[in-house]
C-alpha cells in the first residue's frame, strides 16, 4: 500500500497550512492517503468521535462461491489491454444500418448530435479551447469518441452493456463490433494504417489494434506498475488544482462580476411559500374527456343541438340496442347527418375518435 | 353533539347545537374579527392567528393510522428536489435532481430530498433477487445474498456525497441565482453498512490487487476503478441511510460508500466487485469524470472532493428582505472536505478584502458536512457574503482566481473556488463572482 508519510515541520513551512494542521495534530505523524486525505487511526476505541467496537472482525463464513458460468455472465468489461474481449466481427455498413435503426434518433445522423443527447463524432482538434468569453468567439471543447476518448476497449463494453439507452443489454458481440466499426468510421480513426470503409470488418484479432488519437491526452499516468503513485503525488499537493492562501487583512481588490446570462428553467418552479398549492385544476382529466371539451361538447352537452346528450345514459343505450357499437363509431368517424366527420376535427385518428366515443357512452 | 368555541376577542364563550353548523358560524366570526381589525386601536396590533381558535384545534387531527409511512407537512410541498434540462443528458434518466439545501438544517439531509444523479433512471431492485460478487485477485471469491452482507458486523457514519460537476455551471461566471441548482448536487446522511476492510479479511487479498471495480447493476450498469488504498482505509457497503433502507434513488438495497469521493464513485445498485492489477477506464473515468486542462490534457481520476464551504442563510431563496435595520441576525452555511475534517471556517463581509476567522457549530466529523455560524447585526447597507474553509489535511479553499490560473475553466469537475452573495441594502441576496 503507497501511503504518504508527512510530518508536521514539514507541513509546517507553509504558511496557510500551518495554522489547519497545528492543534490537533501537534506532535502526532499524520499519515495522508493516495488522495491526500487523511488517515486517521482508532484510538482507545474510538474513530474521530465514533465508538468503535473493539472486538475481532474477521472468521465469517457467509455466502459461497461463484460458479464459473455466474462470473462469466456477469463480468463483462473489457479492459484497455483487451481482456474480456469477447469473439465476434461487424462491418462498418451494418453498423451503419443499426445505428440508423437504434442509435440515430438520439445520439443524430453520422453522431453528430443536436437532440440533447452526447454528441459521438467530431471535435478533433478542440481540447485546447477554453470558453472564456462567448462574445469574443471562443468555443468551447467538444469532447467525443474521436477527439477525447482513450481507449476503444471503453466503447466496446460501454455500449453493450448500457446501449442503446432504453433497451439495454440487447447488442449481440457481432452488432457490437458493429456499431464499433461504425462509430469509429464516423470519427475517421484507422486501424493499423488503414480507413474504416463500409466493407470493413472489425473483429477482435483487428480492435486489440486499435489506438485511439487521444490516448495519450490523460495525466497522471495511473497504468503498469506505476498504479495509484502518481495520482498520489498530484492528490497530494492542492497547488496542483488550485490551493487558496489564508490572508486576513487588505486581501486586495474584490471587482464583482454578475450574473450575465440567467439560466433558469427550473421544475418544479422555485419557490419558498407555505401556502397550500390550489386543487390542480384538470390534472384527472382524461385525454379524452379533453378532447371531448375541446371539440364535442359544444354540440354533445345540447340537447338542441340533436346531438346524443353525454350523461343522458338512456339516449346512448338506445343507440347501442339499435346500431351496435361498431356501427356508432362507424357514424362518430366518418359522420352522420348534423355529425359531421369526427366532430370537425380531422386531425383525431380513428383510434382516439374511439376513445372518446367511449367516453361519451360512459360519461355521468 | 355541543360544540364550544371561545371568542377570545370578546371574552364570550358562545355555544352551538351542531357540528354541521360551525363552518358557517366560524365563518361569521372571522367577518367579526376582520370588521374589529379596522376599529379602533385597541385591536389594532391583536393577531387574528392568536384572538381567533385555530382551525386545527378546534376538531381532530388525523389519526395515528393515516399515514404508515410518515409525510412531511402539506405546507412543505415546496422543499422538493429540481431538475433542469440544462444539467441532463437528453432526459430525466440521465440526469440530476438537486437538493433544496437552502431549507435544509443541520447536516443529515432527509431521505426524500437527497440529491439524484443516475446515468439510466433509477432502478428498482428486488431485495430477494439481490446478488452481489466480489472476485477477481482475492483468495476466496464470493456470493452473498442482502440477508447474509447484513450478518457483516455494521458501522455507522455520516458523510456527504457530493458530485464533482457541483458547480460546475459558475466556471465562466455566476449562472444561477439560487443556492439549489449551484450547490444541490450534495446530500448528507447517516451510512450504515460494513467496512469494505473487514469483509475482505475474510476473504483475503492477492498481493498483486490494486484497484477495485465496484459496477452497478442498473439500466447504465456504472462502473468505476478504485485504488486498494481507499478500499482498505473507509470504504464500506452500506445498506441504511438515516435509520432506514437506503432509498432506490441513492441505490437500494447496497450502495459503495467511499467517503469524501466524487459522488459517482460510490456506486449505487451495487452488483459487482471484481479486483485486479489494472485500472478498468470505463466510461465515468474517462469520457466524463475527467478534467480537461488549457493544456488540451485531461487529469484523470481526480478521486476526493476538495475542501469546500457555501453560505446557505442568506442565500437568493432565503433573503433578509424582512430584516429591520438593527436587528440580530444569524449568517450560517456548510463546509466539507472529502481529504479531511474542517478545522475552521472565514468569514468575509467584503466580498473577500478582509476576513476573520468564525465559530463552527454541531457534529465537527471526518468527511462530513459541518455548520459554521455568525452573528451579526444588519444595518441595511450592502454586503459581499464569502465564506473560506480550511481542512485539517492542510487545504485552504481557493479564490476564484486561484483556482482558475491553475485548471482553466473547461475542467467541468471540481469547482471548489469560494462563493460570494451579494446582499442589498434590501435584503435581496444574488450569486456573484469576485474575480479579484
Known amino acids: 500500500m503507497f501511503m504518504s508519510e508527512v510530518k508536521i515541520p514539514v507541513i509546517g513551512t507553509l504558511l496557510a497550512l500551518s495554522i489547519a494542521v497545528s492543534s490537533a495534530m501537534a506532535g502526532d505523524k499524520i499519515q495522508k492517503n493516495v488522495d491526500g486525505a487523511l488517515i486517521y487511526p482508532i484510538k482507545n476505541n474510538s474513530y474521530q468521535g465514533y465508538a468503535v467496537n473493539p472486538q475481532k472482525t474477521n472468521g465469517f463464513n457467509h455466502g459461497r462461491a461463484p460458479t464459473t458460468a455466474e462470473i462469466k455472465a456477469w463480468d463483462i468489461d473489457v479492459m484497455p489491454d483487451g481482456t474480456g474481449l469477447p469473439e465476434g466481427k461487424g462491418s462498418v455498413e451494418q453498423g451503419d444500418e443499426l445505428y440508423t435503426a437504434q442509435c440515430a434518433m438520439c445520439h443524430g445522423d453520422f453522431g453528430m448530435g443536436g437532440k440533447g443527447y452526447p454528441t459521438l463524432s467530431g471535435g478533433e482538434g478542440t481540447l485546447k479551447n477554453q470558453l472564456v468569453n462567448p462574445e469574443a468567439g471562443d468555443e468551447p471543447p467538444s469532447r467525443t469518441i474521436g477527439s477525447y476518448w482513450p481507449y476503444a476497449s471503453t466503447l466496446y463494453w460501454y455500449v453493450q452493456s448500457a446501449m442503446p439507452f432504453p433497451n439495454p443489454k440487447s447488442l449481440t458481440n457481432d452488432e457490437t463490433y458493429a456499431l464499433v466499426a461504425y462509430m469509429l468510421s464516423i470519427n475517421e480513426i484507422q486501424i493499423d494504417g488503414e480507413d474504416l470503409d463500409d466493407d470493413y470488418v472489425l473483429d477482435r484479432a483487428k480492435f486489440l489494434k486499435i489506438k485511439m488519437p487521444n490516448e495519450d491526452g490523460f495525466y497522471p499516468e495511473v497504468n503498469g506498475d506505476v498504479g495509484s503513485k502518481e495520482m498520489s503525488k498530484y492528490l497530494n499537493n492542492a497547488d496542483n488544482f488550485g490551493q487558496g492562501t489564508r490572508c486576513m487583512k487588505d486581501c486586495g481588490d474584490t471587482p464583482i462580476v454578475k450574473i450575465a446570462y440567467e439560466l433558469n428553467d427550473f421544475h418544479p418552479t422555485p419557490s419558498t411559500a407555505k401556502g397550500l398549492p390550489k386543487e390542480k385544476e384538470g390534472e384527472e382529466i382524461s385525454e379524452a374527456q379533453k378532447i371531448y371539451e375541446a371539440t364535442c361538447s359544444a354540440c354533445h352537452a345540447n340537447a338542441a343541438i340533436g346531438a346524443p346528450v353525454v350523461g343522458d345514459k338512456e339516449a346512448w343505450d338506445t343507440l347501442l340496442k339499435e346500431k351496435g357499437i361498431e356501427e356508432i363509431y362507424k357514424n362518430g368517424i366518418d359522420g352522420i347527418n348534423a355529425m359531421p366527420p369526427k366532430g370537425g376535427n380531422m386531425d383525431l385518428s380513428d383510434e382516439k375518435t374511439k376513445i372518446v366515443i367511449d367516453y361519451m357512452i360512459q360519461a355521468k | ?436
Not at chain 2, 456525497?161 to 466556471?171: D, H, R
Not at chain 2, 444561477?176 to 469494505?196: D, H, P
Request: charged share 20%; glycine share 10%.
Open chain 2, 1 to 436: 353533539m355541543n360544540t364550544t368555541i371561545k371568542n377570545r376577542v370578546g371574552d364570550q364563550t358562545t355555544s352551538f347545537s351542531t357540528d354541521s353548523r360551525r363552518g358557517f358560524l366560524r365563518g361569521m366570526f372571522v367577518s367579526v374579527a376582520a370588521a374589529s381589525v379596522l376599529a379602533p386601536i385597541k385591536l389594532k396590533a391583536d393577531d387574528a392567528a392568536i384572538l381567533e381558535e385555530a382551525e386545527w384545534g378546534v376538531k381532530l387531527g388525523y389519526p395515528t393510522n393515516k399515514h404508515p409511512y410518515g409525510i412531511p407537512s402539506p405546507y412543505e410541498h415546496n422543499n422538493v428536489r429540481r431538475v433542469t434540462e440544462l444539467l441532463s443528458s437528453g432526459d430525466m434518466y440521465a440526469s440530476v435532481a438537486m437538493s433544496p439545501l437552502h431549507e435544509q438544517e443541520g447536516i443529515i439531509t432527509p431521505n426524500g430530498l437527497f440529491f439524484n444523479r443516475s446515468h439510466g433512471g433509477t432502478a428498482v431492485v428486488d431485495p430477494d433477487k439481490y446478488r452481489l460478487m466480489i472476485h477477481g485477485l482475492v483468495e476466496k471469491p464470493l456470493v452473498l445474498t442482502l440477508a447474509q452482507l447484513k450478518r457483516y458486523p455494521s458501522e455507522s457514519r455520516i458523510h456527504f456525497i457530493e458530485c464533482p460537476a457541483n458547480g460546475s455551471t459558475g466556471w465562466r461566471g455566476p449562472q444561477f441565482n439560487n443556492l439549489q441548482f449551484m450547490k444541490g448536487m450534495m446530500s448528507s446522511a447517516e451510512w450504515t453498512g460494513v467496512k469494505l476492510s473487514v469483509v475482505l479479511a475474510d476473504l483475503g487479498l492477492k498481493p498483486k490487487a490494486k484497484w477495485m471495480l465496484a459496477e452497478g447493476s442498473d439500466n447504465s450498469e456504472m462502473g468505476r476503478t478504485i485504488p486498494i488504498e481507499k478500499v482498505l482505509d473507509d470504504a464500506m457497503l452500506v445498506w441504511g441511510q438515516n435509520g432506514e433502507a437506503l432509498r432506490p434513488d441513492q441505490g437500494y438495497p447496497v450502495r459503495l460508500l467511499v467517503p469524501g469521493w466524487e459522488g459517482n464513485l460510490n456506486v449505487k445498485w451495487l452488483k459487482r466487485l471484481e479486483f485486479g492489477e489494472e485500472p478498468w477506464h470505463a466510461k465515468e473515468e474517462t469520457s466524463k469524470y475527467t478534467m480537461l486542462q488549457p493544456s488540451g490534457k485531461g487529469i484523470r481520476f481526480f478521486w476526493p472532493m476538495e475542501v469546500n464551504s457555501i453560505i446557505t442563510s442568506p442565500c437568493p431563496e432565503k433573503p433578509w428582505t424582512d430584516l429591520k435595520k438593527g436587528d440580530m441576525v444569524e449568517i450560517q452555511g456548510l463546509a466539507w472536505s472529502g481529504q479531511g475534517t474542517i478545522k475552521a471556517v472565514d468569514l468575509s463581509l467584503d466580498g473577500g478584502k478582509n476576513w476573520q476567522e468564525i465559530s463552527l457549530k454541531g457534529l465537527i466529523l471526518p468527511k462530513s458536512w459541518t455548520r459554521f455560524s455568525y452573528m451579526m447585526k444588519w444595518e441595511g447597507k450592502p454586503l459581499l457574503l464569502s465564506s473560506r474553509a480550511i481542512d485539517d489535511a492542510g487545504n485552504v479553499q481557493p479564490t476564484i482566481n486561484q483556482e482558475v490560473a491553475k485548471v482553466g475553466v473547461e475542467s467541468v469537475y471540481h469547482r471548489n473556488s469560494i462563493c460570494t452573495w451579494e446582499v442589498k441594502a434590501n435584503g435581496e441576496v444574488n450569486n456573484v463572482h469576485v474575480r479579484g
